[in-house]
């Protein structure tokens, strides 16, 4: 059985998942149906940090490489 992941985890490997496949986070949420506007300041404030997170990831991916990013 696979090692279940952390929150952390989940987020990097979904930031690694979209700068591979070129899917901006953005697309993603359309994807998903989220509509922002529907949701509690709250929700909206934790998924501004989850994707300024992502972002960060994959700005430094881009930068740096899949392999080499995270260490900088």
């Avoid at 994807?31 to 989850?50: F, R």
Wanted: net charge negative; charged share 25%; aromatic share 6%.
């Amino acid at each position: 059985m696979s090692e279940t992941k952390s929150p952390s985890q989940t987020r990097l490997l979904l930031a690694q998942f979209l700068f591979a496949n070129n899917i901006d986070v953005e697309t993603l949420y359309k994807a998903l149906g989220a509509d922002l506007a529907e949701c509690d300041n709250e929700a909206v404030s934790h998924m501004a940090g989850i994707i300024d997170g992502i972002t960060l990831a994959t700005a430094k991916i881009r930068e740096h490489g899949l392999e080499e990013w995270a260490k900088r």
